[in-house]
């Protein structure tokens, strides 16, 4: 983990460490520069991730124990989850019980002190005073008590997010291959990034779902003592708002939880568009996947939409609900002969707003965070699928000892890399045993490796040792490869290995298995696929039966050639051992191979053989079907991942990180205006947005008018007792007046009006008017509340559907460099996180702070109007405020962005993982992965922690300016009431809008804060609207014919070629002209340039200089779309996406089932899909993880056999495939694509020798072009060369395809082709 600052925290005093001050010295650093990550301070061990998860693991474990024992219930994630943090979790609530009662005290001292106005004369003035002293300690106490609990409350929330999310990492790397079939990178990357999200809010609310319903009855119980049975019609209708509120709940967790899934889906989907972009790119399927995206983000929205309409409700709820309960209980009350004073309205105002924050706020969002948090706890705690996998392997009886070598042939799907997963304990067994003595190392078929640098890729958490490395290094061939990375082994390969060919991938992942250290046994799943013949025959001798001579290895191969030294030769079909034995003891029985290999490949030349050494150290036995049980010692224990450095091979390393892989853009500064006019821009015009802001005025009139016309109520009626008791001519006496509340009361003022009621019955006060004017108030206020919500959360959720859009558009449209030098964990960030803020976050959060802001300004409007004395302290409050904000947001806005940047890590450790699950799981290096996931955890968590505490620094200074506040309007209203002749109503009124902002201020001031910190997702989404998009789609200023290219001729004119601007050439002034229809076979070692030749072709990126004809068009001014639609390609890593076999093959749906059988049979895949339970409707596991790497390569030959574009370009496709198949695959070719032009890119010579041409690049160069016999002619040339290097000589190549080498010429090619220089005729023209 990166070095972080020393925490103040650790050495602050009691006073310190309540009032935040150990963090002014980091605040005062932020305000001075942009915050960076070593700026972050450190954690405390109990909030490191390994702590915290540690304790939620004991809890787990004895969960899971408890589950054996019972053999009923399965183990409880939340039971665990309790356990964990249950002793933490009681003492937060007693501490926001303590709040709630400080809270409920207030509007009793309001009220006494109201009460004080009402009877001046028979009350001393000191109990003003003592009241106002009271309201003043308590608005004090209660600021401390608040930022206190609630940062004890979020800590909790913290570490359940955080153990979950590592626990759920572990569960990971535990995945069997049936769950990793049924189980996403999408949909187990959006429950780390959102889902566990609402376990930070969580611990906060939880408690309101007692103390809530606790503290109405407490209200209740005050209440009666001044309306009686009336108040039962209030507390019924806040009952009946809390039923309402729970049903909204369990309604939003349902949708909650059918959102989920949707987003699950998009997030997989958007994994796969990522991951597989330069694919779809080269088969212009943009529009197809964009559809796809689109049709599941409609539906998510849809639900999204559903959802905010009930967070509309219960937001005006939340906020009419005092209104609501004043309302009903005062028309009871009246109703039932009461009086309305100023001191018995505002009490219930008071009180009624004091109980509007824990039952109209925390309340239901305590029913919505646990809603949502069950539902993802739900979803992480799902068992690993009890299926059985489906039978592979048939009664394998093999033997394995030490120092011995295993070759594994046969077709493809055979079932050759499942016997490899059963020694890893990969494949349940069904019966018989696997007996594994020894350490494992395993080299996958699909090369893995991680971001990092190559040489941490090949170390793989074991020590450099120099001599060892070189030796490794030399072996495996990388030495030359490494000349030419611009920081050796240093250099940072990036995400997926994006800056290596798929040779060097190979070559890496082979390395990394013969580095490591005491391994014991070597699995390798075709490891020599990737490379050329040359490459192969130095790995194989050097590295296969050089360094790794020692060890029991298996080599499962298709490299035919190289059969003859191997110990023992499986020959593999449909799950079984169709035969076994050496290479001589099967030509003897004449099996098939034999036959094959005789006229294919002939075995590499005798001085090549390495005599084996027949030395055992150790025994491994393998019998029986796939693997049981498995008993070896994995027991290596390592700090991190990452190797031991010196200090300037990091300082290196860090260096050429910077250089592929920059950190993730970080803006600086505050949010900028355009920002959010953007975001608004995107959901509605002038007029929606010009109404939806009359709304928010006429909401905050109204608000404010409804409590103003009680004031006028209780005021008018003071001023009719007054005039009643001036008219009166004589003392009355005092009577006893019932008062409506079931208990007798004497105040002088009511017992006058009785009286002089009695003497003058014409004297009546009619409350009448003033009730239905009250009644049509609170029905208009309900009612434009209720659709400014809905407005505002309508235009919210629209602006993130359009972002979202316009975002996806964005992706699709960016260069291929773009995704090389991103992660996709960083791409994901966007679409998971940031965007799960704009859709449910952000729109809540924006609605707080326009409403309390706008409360905010009605107070004080009001205060000033109505005792313009407190200007004096408004105004400096207002500058201290505006000083503290700004310097407040300066630093906070950095934090947001580091806890932005600090969270794309995890994702992309989480998704590297799951790709190279199987090789984690064989090295045995889950703990140090466990422990660098931590440590990406760890970074995150210290940017959160500053968050936290940083909210809490902000907040509490806050509350102690509302506290001030309200401490001035209290004691101003008793020194100024008689200068300013205030009456009873105004200073009620007055005080009980003062009052409302000890918790509403500082909570609206930090959600103004939190929406400028949630406006950073916006502004990254923002981000990717500028990513510079590749040329356009379509040109119409320069569309070619429709018939175009009707021949398939390619000229390259001084073709340069560079993947980015600026970058170096790794195409170098190719001048190539290939003819229509001939085929043209492109080889040279590996990274020579044979992959860019085609990246240069399908433009993935620009040319630098020169200029590309297929049929005499310069491809350059063409749209993208209308170039590569017409081009089609076999990917050298075969790419499926999740869905049918049908959408895989044919994601347009242009062709009929018949076309479709008909692509498969000429593939040699009919009879498999046919065997499937839903044919071509079976849906494949993401990537096609369900089928071998061979049958995915067929899978993307079938596309290609649909297409039937004029152009074919075929790179590696035939790698991972047997010789037959790879015949099958050559005739299949030559057959169906005869009319074509076909480039094919190979390292098997048997794929490439019956080419009419033979390109030989080398370091971007053409060193050779011309026709096979031509080039085998010149025996120092390079393709000479490489055909002796690979043990053959030229009769043995000549033998590989007579017909093809003796007759250079095709009869059928005695055709004029037109020159490629010569523009193609109009489209009514005859195709050829």
């Not at 049975?229 to 209030?234: N, T």
Request: with cysteine; net charge neutral; charged share 20%.
């Amino acid at each position: 983990m990166k070095k972080l600052q020393p925490n103040p925290m650790f050495r602050a005093n009691i006073f310190s460490l309540f009032s935040y001050w150990w963090l002014n010295d980091f605040f005062a650093e932020g305000s001075k520069r942009s915050l960076q990550e070593y700026d972050m301070l450190e954690l405390d061990t109990s909030n490191t991730s390994a702590a915290i998860t540690s304790d939620l693991e004991k809890n787990w474990k004895k969960e899971v124990e408890r589950s054996i024992k019972s053999k009923t219930n399965n183990p409880s994630l939340i039971r665990a989850v309790v356990m964990t943090y249950k002793g933490r979790h009681a003492i937060c609530g007693v501490l926001a019980l303590l709040e709630e009662c400080l809270r409920t005290a207030v509007p009793v001292l309001i009220a006494y002190l109201i009460k004080y106005f009402e009877n001046q004369t028979d009350t001393p003035v000191w109990h003003a005073y003592a009241y106002a002293a009271g309201i003043s300690v308590i608005t004090i106490s209660l600021a401390v008590l608040h930022h206190q609990s609630f940062y004890l409350s979020q800590r909790i929330g913290w570490h359940m997010r955080a153990s979950t999310c590592a626990l759920m990492y572990k569960k990971t790397l535990r995945l069997s291959q049936k769950s990793l079939n049924h189980t996403t990178t999408g949909q187990i990357v959006n429950l780390g990034a959102t889902d566990v999200l609402r376990f930070d809010w969580l611990p906060v609310f939880l408690h309101y779902l007692w103390i809530g319903p606790l503290q109405c009855l407490v209200v209740g119980v005050i209440l009666w003592q001044e309306f009686g049975i009336a108040i039962l019609a209030g507390m019924g209708v806040l009952v009946l708002i809390m039923i309402l509120q729970t049903f909204n709940g369990k309604a939003f967790g349902k949708l909650r939880s059918m959102t989920a899934v949707l987003t699950d889906e998009r997030i997989r989907l958007m994994n796969e568009v990522v991951t597989g972009m330069r694919i779809i790119k080269m088969y212009a399927w943009e529009k197809p996947f964009a559809k796809l995206v689109s049709d599941v983000r409609r539906k998510e929205v849809k639900r999204i939409l559903m959802a905010s309409s009930i967070k509309a409700f219960n937001f005006c709820f939340f906020v009419c609900q005092d209104k609501i309960l004043t309302f009903v209980t005062l028309i009871v009350y009246v109703a039932l002969g009461g009086t309305v004073t100023a001191s018995k309205s505002f009490l219930l105002l008071s009180i009624s707003t004091a109980l509007r924050l824990p039952v109209g706020f925390f309340y239901p969002r305590a029913m919505t965070y646990l809603s949502e948090s069950l539902v993802a706890i739900s979803r992480i705690e799902d068992d690993d699928s009890k299926e059985r996998a489906d039978i592979t392997l048939k009664c394998i009886n093999v033997r394995l000892e030490a120092g011995k070598l295993l070759a594994v042939i046969g077709p493809v799907g055979a079932g050759k890399s499942s016997l490899l997963s059963a020694v890893l304990g990969e494949l349940p067994a069904l019966k018989g045993k696997a007996i594994v003595h020894g350490k494992v190392v395993y080299s996958n078929q699909v090369p893995w490796v991680f971001s990092g640098t190559l040489r941490e890729n090949i170390l793989f958490g074991e020590e450099y040792e120099k001599e060892r490395y070189d030796d490794v290094i030399s072996a495996c061939c990388l030495t030359k490869d490494l000349t030419l990375l611009s920081d050796g082994d240093l250099t940072l390969i990036g995400e997926r290995g994006v800056t290596l060919s798929g040779g060097q991938k190979a070559r890496v992942s082979l390395a990394r298995a013969t580095y490591k250290r005491n391994a014991d046994i070597c699995l390798l799943d075709d490891p020599l696929s990737a490379v050329d013949t040359t490459v192969a025959s130095h790995i194989f001798k050097h590295c296969i039966c050089g360094l790794m001579k020692h060890k029991a290895r298996i080599l499962v191969t298709h490299q035919l050639q190289l059969l003859k030294t191997v110990d023992e030769i499986l020959i593999f079909k449909e799950g079984t051992v169709s035969d076994r034995g050496t290479y001589d003891e099967l030509q003897a029985k004449g099996v098939d191979f034999a036959a094959l290999l005789k006229k294919k490949e002939k075995g590499v030349a005798a001085e090549e053989s390495i005599p084996l050494t027949p030395k055992i150290r150790r025994r491994a036995s393998i019998s029986g079907s796939p693997l049981l049980s498995r008993r070896n010692s994995l027991n290596t224990s390592h700090i991190s991942i990452m190797s031991r450095l010196s200090l300037t091979e990091i300082e290196q390393e860090e260096k050429s990180m910077g250089e592929l892989l920059p950190e993730e853009t970080r803006e600086q500064g505050s949010i900028e205006g355009k920002v959010y006019l953007e975001y608004f821009k995107v959901a509605a015009n002038i007029f929606s947005l010009a109404l939806f802001f009359i709304f928010i005025i006429a909401s905050h009139i109204i608000y404010v008018m409804n409590d103003w016309w009680l004031s006028e109520w209780a005021t008018s009626y003071e001023n009719y007792v007054e005039s009643l008791s001036m008219m009166s001519n004589s003392s009355l006496d005092e009577s006893m007046r019932y008062s409506g509340s079931g208990q007798f009361e004497s105040p002088t003022k009511t017992a006058n009006l009785t009286s002089l009621t009695q003497l003058d019955s014409t004297a009546i006060f009619d409350s009448s008017f003033y009730l239905k004017v009250y009644a049509i108030l609170s029905a208009i206020m309900v009612l434009v509340v209720l659709i400014h919500a809905n407005i505002h959360f309508y235009i919210c959720v629209t602006s993130g559907i359009h972002m979202h859009n316009k975002m996806f558009r964005a992706i699709l449209r960016a260069p291929i460099r773009f995704f090389d030098t991103n992660p996709s964990g960083r791409i994901l960030n966007r679409f998971s996180k940031d965007m799960g803020q704009i859709d449910e976050l952000l729109p809540l959060t924006f609605m707080d702070f326009l409403w309390i802001f706008g409360v905010i300004i009605s107070v004080l409007i009001l205060t000033s109007v109505v005792n313009y004395f407190v200007i004096i302290v408004i105004i400096p409050l207002v500058i201290y405020f505006l000083w503290l904000r700004n310097y407040y947001l300066r630093t906070s806005r950095d934090i947001k962005r580091l806890e932005g940047t600090c969270r794309s890590p995890v994702f992309s450790l989480l998704s590297s993982t799951l790709q190279g699950l199987l090789t984690v799981r064989a090295f045995g290096v889950q703990n140090q992965f466990e422990d660098k996931f931590h440590e990406c955890q760890d970074l995150h968590s210290a940017s959160w922690f500053l968050f936290l505490v940083g909210s809490r620094w902000f907040g509490l200074r806050l509350d102690l300016i509302t506290a001030t506040f309200v401490s001035t309007v209290a004691f101003f209203s008793v020194i100024s009431a008689s200068l300013l002749n205030l009456n009873p109503g105004e200073i009620g009124l007055i005080l009980t809008y003062t009052a409302s902002l000890v918790s509403q201020f500082q909570w609206g001031v930090r959600q103004s804060a939190e929406v400028e910190n949630l406006m950073t997702s916006v502004e990254r989404v923002q981000q990717y609207y500028r990513i510079p998009p590749e040329a356009a789609d379509e040109n119409p200023d320069n569309k070619p014919p429709k018939s175009w290219p009707p021949y398939g001729a390619i000229d390259f004119k001084s073709v340069s070629f560079s993947y980015y601007k600026d970058g170096p050439d790794v195409l170098q002034n190719i001048d190539l002209e290939i003819r229509a229809k001939e085929k043209i076979g492109v080889v040279g070692r590996t990274g020579a340039g044979k992959s860019s030749l085609i990246s240069a072709l399908f433009r993935l990126s620009e040319l630098t200089s020169g200029e590309i004809f297929i049929d005499g068009i310069p491809i350059t001014p063409l749209g993208l779309q209308d170039l590569r639609s017409v081009l089609s390609i076999i990917p050298q890593d075969p790419i499926l996406f999740t869905g049918t076999m049908r959408r895989n093959i044919d994601p347009f749906n242009k062709y009929s089932d018949e076309d479709l059988w008909n692509a498969l049979e000429q593939v040699q895949l009919k009879d498999l899909v046919k065997s499937l339970p839903m044919k071509l409707n079976t849906e494949l596991a993401e990537s096609g993880s369900n089928l071998s790497v061979g049958q995915r390569q067929l899978v993307c030959l079938a596309r290609a056999v649909l297409r039937k574009s004029k152009i074919l370009v075929i790179d590696e496709a035939t790698a991972n495939v047997d010789i037959r198949t790879d015949r099958l695959i050559q005739m299949t070719i030559r057959q169906k694509f005869k009319q074509c032009t076909v480039i094919t890119i190979a390292h098997r010579i048997n794929t490439i020798i019956d080419s009419d041409k033979i390109l030989v690049l080398d370091e971007g160069q053409v060193k050779e072009y011309d026709e096979p016999h031509t080039l085998l002619g010149m025996k120092d040339g390079y393709f000479a060369r490489m055909v002796k290097s690979a043990g053959l000589s030229e009769s043995q190549v000549l033998q590989m395809s007579p017909n093809k080498i003796s007759n250079c010429k095709h009869p059928d090619k005695n055709y004029n082709i037109p020159s490629v220089t010569t523009p193609i005729p109009d489209d009514d023209m005859t195709i050829w």
